[in-house]
C-alpha cells in the first residue's frame, strides 16, 4: 500500500453552537483526484463541517492542514486563498447579474474595469473541458438549477479552487441531471481536483463516490472506501439501531365512480416573474385518493398550489370543489369549505412565530373562535381543540402558551399538522411535506397523510423525491413548465401500458421524449 | 411663442440638475440596497455649507467642493447608523433629514439675505448663437453641462468596473457579496460617501445658482421627489437623466405660468411635480418591480 | 406556598422588565442631550442655558407642563398614525399631509355648519376630520395594495401635496375677508371649539389621544381582528395563507392611521388655531412617525416617547425666544435623540 498524503487533512474538529455538539472530534482526509461523499442525519453536523472548511464558522478546536502545512480558515477568503471552493444548498448567486458578472465577481485578480468578452472566453474553454455548459450572457435568474449549479463549478474552477465542496448537490436535480453532474465529477477527478460533497440518497453516493464518510450527531460513524461500502451498513452507521420500517405500499381505496372533491378544467395561469405559470391543466382529485405531483422544482407546482388554494386566481378555466364552481373563491372561503394546506416549510409558509402555540392555533379559522361579534375569542374552546388535535396525533406541546418560535422545527410542523388535519379537511395540499424533516418525522407525516386519506380526504402531494411519490400515490402526474406532461398509477419498471415507471418519470421531469417500450 | 420655449426649456434644464444630482446620490445607494429617505437633509446641508463657503472666500467653486464634502461627511452619520448599527434605513434616513433641516438652519441663520455672485454662467462659443436653442442650452453653468457626463459616468462606473460590479452585487445579495471575498459594510461606507457627495452638490446647485441665496429648508422636497425619481428610472442612471428633465419642467412650467399670470393658483400648480411622481410611480411601479434592486425589497418589508 | 412565590417572582420580574428598559431610555437620553449639547457649543451658545430654558419652560411651572400636554396630543395621535400600519410592516411616513387633510375637512364643517349646536357641530368635525386624513392615508394604502406604489413613498409625497392643498384654500377660496393679508380662514364660531380643561389651552383632543390609544392597544391584543393584524406582522406569507385578507388590512389600517392623524388636525385647527392657517403644524406628522419607532409601536412608549418629544418641541419655541435660535433648531435635538436610539436598538426590524 502505498498511498499518498492526503490534501486536506482535519484533525479533532469541534464546533458547538448553544445547546448543540455539532462536530465533536471529527477527523477526514481528502485525497488529490478523490470523490468524497459525506452522509447522515439531518443534524449530524455535514453541513456545519462543511461550513467550517469553508472558513464560514470558526472551529473552537481541532487542526486543518493543507498539503501537510497548518492552515487557518477564518473567512471564506481565507479559505479560498487555499484552493477551497464551496458550492452552496441555496447558491450564493446573484439572480440579477449575468452569469459573466457572477463569476466575476468572484476572480481573485479581476482588473479593475471590467473585460466582459474576455471572461465569457475563458468560461466557454473552461466549460468545454469539463462538459459544464453555461450560457456566459443570460441573468442568472433565467437558468435552470442545474445550469445554476454548474455556472458555481465554473466559477469555482475559474478562482482556482483545488478542493470543491458541494453542499446537497442532487437535491433538485432530475435522475439525468445527476448523471450529467456526476459525469463533471468524474472529468474533474481525472485532472486531480478534489471533491467533497454532502448527500442524502446512497443509491447517489455509491454510483459516484470513491469515499463516504458518515457522520451521526456530529461524530464520524464511520469512513468506508467504495469498494467496501454496501447501502445496509452505510444505513446502520447513519442511524444505528434504528431500522427504517418500511411504509406500507399504498393501496388506493378510492373508488373510481365516485364524484371528485377537486376538478381543474382547463386552468392556466400566464407566467409571473420567475415561473412558468400554468397551461391548460386539468385533473381530478378523488376522495380516498392522493394525486402526487412529480417535477423538478420551479415548473408549475408553487402555482398549481396556489391556484387550488386560490391564492392565485385562475386566468381561464374553471375549479369545482365537491362540485361547486370556486374559480373565484379567496383563500378563505376555500378553507371554509375543507381546504387544507400542509407547506414544505411550516416556519416560514403556515406558523407566526412571534405569536403563541394557541394563537397560531386560533389563526387556522379566526372566525370560529370569534365572540361578540369579534370583539373577543374563545380562547378556551381553541385550547380545548388544540388537545384534542394534539392527542390524535400522539403528540404533546408542553405550553401552548409559549410563543411557537421555541419550538423545534418538526414540532412546529406537527403543531400545523394537528391544527390543519384536525377541521377534518376533504382536501389536503401537501407542498414538500417532507422536505427538511429527518427520516423519523417523515416517517410520521407520511403515516398521517396516509391515515388522512383512509378517512376520506383527498390529497395533493407535491413533491420532488420521485421515491416518496412513488411509495404514496395511488395516481401521479408529471409536471413539465406549467403542463401535465404524463400522468398514470405508478408501478415498477416494465409496467403496463397506463402505468408509470421511475425512470420514465424521470425523463418526463426534464422535458425529454417519452422513451419507446421496449 | 419663441421666448416661452427657450425659457421653459432652459428652466427645465437648471431646475432638473439639482434633481439629477440628487437622483444619481440616491440611486448608488439603493444600487446598494439602501434607501436613504434623509437625502433632503444632506442637500440642506450642502447648500447651506456651499453657500457659507461662497460668502467667506468668494469663490463658487470653493463652495461647490465645501458642500460635496460635507455632504458626504454628514452621509456618513447615516452610514454608520444603518451600516455598523444596522438600524432600519427608513426611520434612521427620516431622522437625518431631521437633523440636516435643524442643523442647516442653525449654521445658515446668519447667512439668510446674504448675497452671493453664484457659479458663473459659461456660454459656449457659437452654439449659444443659435436662435431659440442657443440661449436654452448653452447659457448655463458648469454643473449643468456636467449633469450628462456625471450620469454617464455614473452607468460606467456601476456596469463596467470592479467596484460597479460589488456595489450591485452587494445590493443584490450581501451573503453572495460576501462570499465572494467582498466587503459589504465597506463597500456600503464608500457608496453612502459618495452619495452624499452628490446630494451634497445637489443642495449646492440650489443655493448656489438656482437661488443664489439660503433660506431655510429651501430644498422643499427635492430630496422625495429624487427618491421617487430613482424607481421612476427603474435604477439606472441613464433614464434617470430624462427623469430629472422632466420633473425639471414640471418644476420650470409653474414658474413659467405664474409669470405668464396664468390665473391658476401657484399653490394647485406647486402640486405638480408630487402628482406627476405619483401617477409615474402608480404607472411604473408594477413593470418596475423586477428592476428593484433585490436586497431594498426587504428594507421596504421590514425584514431587515 | 410554591403558587406564592412565583406570583411573587412573576411581579418581580414585571417590574425588572419595566425598570431595564426605562434605565436605559434615560442613559440614551444623556447621551442624546449631551451630543445636541456639543453641537451648541460648536456654535457659540451655551448649552447649560438653552437647557435652562427648555426644562424651566416645560416642566418647571403648571403652565409649562400644561403647554407640554397640548404638544403632546396631536404628537401621541400622529403617532399612533403611524403605529397602527406598523404592526403589519406598513410605513407610514404621511401623517404630516394626514393631519393637514384633517384639519382641512373639520374646517370645512366648522364654516359651512356653524348654526348647529355644539356637540352635534364638534362631533361632526371630528368624524370628518377622521374621515378626511383615513382617505387621505387609504389612498396610499390603496396604491401599496394594488402593488403599484410603495406607502412610503406615496405618502411622503402626499404631505406636499396636502399641504399645498390648505395653502391654496387659505390663500383662496377660503382666506378671511378681513383677515388683511393673512392667509387664513374666518375665525370659528364659539360651537366649533373644542372645550378646554379647567382654565389651560389642554383641550379634549388629549382624552381623544388617550382613548384611541387604549383602544388600539385593546383591539390589537383582544380581538379576532388584532389577532390577523398580528399574524400577518408575524408572517405575512402564512397569514395570507391562513386565508387572512391582506389587503384589506393594508386599507383598513392605513385608514384608521390616518383618520388618527386627521383627528390630531382636527383637533388643532378646532382648539389651538381657531381657524385653519398654513402654519398649523411644526411637523407634528413626522415627529409623530419618529415616536412609533422610538417606542416600537407600543402604546406606553408611545404616551412616553411623545411626552419627551412635546418637551423638546415646546422647548423650542422658547429657545426661539431667548436664545435666537432658529426654530427648526430642536429637530437636531431630536434628530440626535432619535439617532442615539436606533444605534442602541441594533438590529432591531
Known sequence: ?518 | MAPLIRSLLSGSIVSGTPLLYATLAELLSERAGVVNLGLEGVMLVGAVVGFIATVHTGSATAGLVAAGLAGGLFNLVFAFVVVSRRANQLAAGLTLMFCGVGLSALMGARYVGSQIVGLPELRVPLLADLPILGPALFVHDALVYAAVPVAAGAWWVLFRTRWGLSVRAVGENPVAAFAAGKDPRMVHYQVLFLAGVLGGVAGAHLSLAVARTWAEWMTAGRGFIAVALVIFSRWHPLRALAGALLFGGAISLQLQMQALGVPLSPFLLDMLPYVLSLAVLAVWGGRARHAVPASLGRVFQGTQ | MADASLLRDSRLDALGRLAAPLGRFAALLTIALALFAAVLVLFGRNPLRAYADIFSSTLGSAYGVSETLVKMTPLILTALAAAVPSRIWLINVGGEGQLFVGALCATWAAIHLDGLPSFLLLTIMAALGFLGGGLWAAIAGGLRAGGWVSETISTLLMNYVAILLVNFLVFGPWKDPDGVNYPQTVEFAAGAILPMLGGTRVHLGLVFALVATIVCAFLLARTRWGLEVRAIGGNAEAARRNGIPIERYVLVTMLIGGGLAGLAGMAEVSAIQGRLRPSLSPGYGYSGFLISWMAGGHPAGIVAAAFVLAVITAGGDILQMTQALPGSVVNILMAVVLFVVLARQAGRP
Not at chain 1, 477527478?189 to 454532502?198: L, N, P, S, T
Not at chain 1, 464520524?220 to 446502520?236: H, K, P, Q
Not at chain 1, 377537486?262 to 391543466?281: D, K, N
Not at chain 1, 407547506?343 to 387556522?364: I, K, M
Open chain 1, 1 to 518: 500500500m502505498n498511498t499518498p498524503p492526503p490534501l486536506l487533512t482535519l484533525r479533532g474538529i469541534t464546533k458547538s453552537f448553544p445547546g448543540v455538539l455539532a462536530n465533536d472530534r471529527v477527523d477526514l482526509d481528502v485525497h488529490r483526484g478523490e470523490v468524497h461523499a459525506i452522509v447522515g442525519e439531518n443534524g449530524a453536523g455535514k453541513s456545519t463541517l462543511m461550513k467550517i472548511l469553508y472558513g464560514f464558522h470558526r472551529p473552537d478546536a481541532g487542526e486543518i492542514e493543507l498539503d501537510g502545512r497548518p492552515i487557518r480558515l477564518d473567512t471564506p477568503h481565507a479559505a479560498r486563498r487555499c484552493g477551497i471552493g464551496m458550492v452552496f444548498q441555496e447558491l450564493v448567486q446573484v439572480p440579477a447579474l449575468t452569469v459573466v458578472e457572477n463569476i466575476a465577481l468572484f476572480l481573485p485578480d479581476l482588473p479593475v474595469v471590467v473585460d466582459g468578452a474576455a471572461i465569457a472566453t475563458r468560461i466557454r474553454e473552461t466549460a468545454e473541458r469539463y462538459g459544464l455548459a453555461v450560457p456566459p450572457a443570460a441573468p442568472l435568474w433565467q437558468l435552470s438549477v442545474g445550469e445554476q449549479q454548474r455556472v458555481e463549478i465554473v466559477k469555482l474552477l475559474l478562482a482556482d479552487a483545488r478542493i470543491l465542496i458541494l453542499d446537497e448537490p442532487t437535491r433538485s436535480l432530475a435522475p439525468h441531471e445527476v448523471d450529467g453532474l456526476f459525469r463533471i465529477f468524474a472529468n474533474l477527478r481525472r485532472d486531480g481536483y478534489a471533491i467533497v460533497f454532502i448527500a442524502h440518497k446512497l443509491r447517489e453516493v455509491l454510483a459516484c463516490a470513491d469515499r463516504v464518510t458518515v457522520l451521526r450527531r456530529g461524530v464520524v460513524a464511520g469512513s468506508l472506501r467504495r469498494d467496501e461500502a454496501t447501502a445496509a451498513m452505510l444505513v446502520s452507521l447513519m442511524f444505528g439501531a434504528l431500522v427504517a420500517e418500511p411504509v406500507p405500499r399504498a393501496t388506493t381505496t378510492a373508488r373510481p365512480g365516485t364524484a371528485p372533491i377537486l376538478q381543474l378544467e382547463r386552468v392556466s395561469v400566464p407566467p409571473l416573474g420567475h415561473g412558468p405559470g400554468l397551461a391548460e391543466i386539468d385533473l381530478a382529485i378523488r376522495p380516498h385518493e392522493i394525486l402526487g405531483v412529480a417535477g423538478v422544482a420551479g415548473n408549475g407546482q408553487r402555482e398549481l398550489g396556489d391556484v387550488i388554494l386560490g391564492l392565485e386566481p385562475c386566468r381561464r378555466g374553471t375549479k369545482f370543489l365537491g362540485g361547486e364552481d370556486a374559480t373565484r373563491w379567496p383563500v378563505a372561503k376555500m378553507r371554509a369549505h375543507g381546504v387544507v394546506f400542509i407547506p414544505e416549510d411550516a416556519r416560514r409558509l403556515a406558523a407566526v412565530g412571534g405569536l403563541t402555540v394557541l394563537e397560531n392555533l386560533a389563526l387556522g379559522d379566526t372566525r370560529r373562535y370569534a365572540r361578540a361579534g369579534g370583539f373577543a375569542i374563545d380562547w378556551d374552546a381553541a385550547r380545548a381543540d388544540l388537545d384534542r388535535a394534539l392527542e390524535r396525533l400522539g403528540v404533546s406541546i408542553a405550553s401552548p402558551d409559549r410563543p411557537i418560535d421555541a419550538l423545534s422545527g418538526g414540532n412546529v410542523q406537527r403543531v400545523i399538522l394537528a391544527r390543519e388535519l384536525a377541521r377534518d379537511p376533504r382536501l389536503i395540499v401537501a407542498f414538500y411535506p417532507m422536505r427538511g424533516l429527518d427520516v423519523r418525522s417523515a416517517m410520521a407525516a407520511r403515516a398521517l397523510l396516509l391515515r388522512a386519506r383512509d378517512a376520506g380526504a383527498g390529497v395533493l402531494l407535491i413533491s420532488e423525491d420521485l421515491d416518496e411519490l412513488f411509495a404514496l400515490s395511488d395516481r401521479l402526474i408529471v409536471l413539465f413548465r406549467g403542463r401535465i406532461v404524463g400522468s398514470g398509477v405508478p408501478a415498477p419498471p416494465g409496467g403496463r401500458p397506463g402505468e408509470l415507471a421511475l425512470d420514465e418519470v424521470g425523463y418526463l421531469m426534464t422535458g425529454a421524449e417519452r422513451r419507446a417500450r421496449g
